[in-house]
């Protein structure tokens, strides 16, 4: 391959999405539509019913922003992790178009998309990536041909446990964003307050993190008769907090000096503005990619794509299938 117009497709859980990257590897605004559930959480199926409706109309919309069939050099598609009804709508529509208009086929992990769209947008050289989504905890280096996970979460996703934290509180999906909200606004006016008046569990596990706990101790204050504002506060301070520790430890076992945020978690302030002190305080740097490249985004995976395309070329269909469990270090590094 050389040169052309990569194009990405997301499809891990509710978003589908569908981005591009110019032949220098820079990317453009995505295309995307969420599927919101009207009560509970996600359901795979319906999910993909979702994406499989909205697919073709994103398609015409990227082709209507200018990038044309012939101007596409390959297809990349989310091949793993996620929910496998969602994950073969991607990779359905990746084939179609990739034989339609004769170009390669990649298949890319979701994770390693989130660390390469980051170290892009944040010029980062090696950092230590804290990957906080609604599915995925993990804090990942590369040592190596891969990006190894050095902590995950042992239950739950951050950002499953803000989103059923605020189901439980009648808050819509997405919960971070509204958690975030009323967090700042009710810290704003308590500015005294103190963190042991709403002591809550904390993650830390070794390297690892564990989130139910939290949200159940958490629902547990509100229902005692805590102001929701003031749980919510101290939810993201015990949660981002524990990320924050394990993040720290991270660098400080593998000698790296940058921090990188991914994931739609990192789009909370709070978070961020934590792992800057942190690494402050260890001279080191920290950064996240804007929200756009934050949340799942198809061009994120055209990013990843053209890495793995002009290093590795593309994949053979038979090798197309969609892993729902493939690990961040499955996937070897061929790039620098
Ligand atoms: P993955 O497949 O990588 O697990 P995902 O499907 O959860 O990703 P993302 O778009 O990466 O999708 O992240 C969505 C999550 O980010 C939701 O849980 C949402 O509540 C959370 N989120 C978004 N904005 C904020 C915010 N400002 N503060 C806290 N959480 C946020
Ligand atoms: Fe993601």
């Known amino acids: 391959m050389d040169g052309g117009v990569v194009v990405g497709i997301e499809s891990t859980a509710h978003t589908l999405s569908i981005g591009s990257v110019d032949d220098k590897g820079s990317p453009a605004a995505s295309f995307s539509a969420f599927y919101r559930p009207d009560e509970g959480g996600i359901h795979p199926r319906e999910a993909a019913d979702h994406h499989a409706e909205q697919a073709s109309s994103l398609v015409k919309q990227l082709l209507q922003s200018g990038i044309t069939p012939d101007l596409v050099s390959a297809i990349a598609f989310s091949q793993g992790p996620g929910l496998g009804p969602c994950l073969r709508v991607g990779a359905s529509v990746a084939r179609a178009l990739a034989s339609k208009w004769g ?29 906080v989504s ?23 996703g951050i ?24 967090a700042t606004s009710w810290r704003e006016e308590n500015m ?11 993650a830390v596990h070794g390297m690892d993190l564990a989130f ?15 102001q929701l504002g003031a749980v919510c ?16 430890r991270a660098m400080a076992h593998t000698g790296k000096t940058e921090l990188l945020f991914g994931g739609g978690v990192a789009c909370n302030q709070r978070i961020k503005q ?3 002190i942190m690494a402050i305080e260890r001279g080191a740097k920290s950064n996240a990619p804007a929200p756009q490249f934050c949340v799942d985004n198809g061009s994120m995976i055209a990013t990843l794509g053209r ?22 270090d499955e996937t070897p590094i061929s790039w620098s």
């Not at 005294?192 to 904390?202: E, G, I, K, N």
């Open 134 to 156: 609604g599915g995925n905890t993990q804090v990942i280096a590369r040592m190596g041909d891969r990006y190894r996970v050095l902590g995950e979460t042992l239950d739950i």
């Open 212 to 226: 139910s706990g939290l949200l159940t101790a958490a629902s547990r204050l509100v229902k005692r008769g805590a």
């Open 192 to 202: 005294d307050a103190s963190l042991d008046d709403y002591s809550l569990p904390y």
């Open 233 to 248: 506060w101290s939810l993201q301070e015990h949660a981002f907090a524990a990320c924050i520790e394990v993040a720290e």
């Open 307 to 328: 890495l793995q395309v002009l290093n590795d070329g593309g994949i053979s269909y038979e090798s197309s299938a969609v892993n729902q469990a493939l690990r961040t």
């Open 103 to 131: 170009v390669p086929l990649v298949g890319v992990n979701h994770c390693v998309a989130h660390i390469e769209i980051g170290r892009q947008q944040c010029q980062m050289d090696d950092p230590v990536l804290l990957y």
């Open 159 to 182: 950002g499953n446990m803000l989103d059923k934290f605020a189901r439980g509180q009648d808050l819509p999906f997405p919960g971070g964003p509204k958690i975030e909200k009323l």
């Open 274 to 276: 934590m792992g800057e």
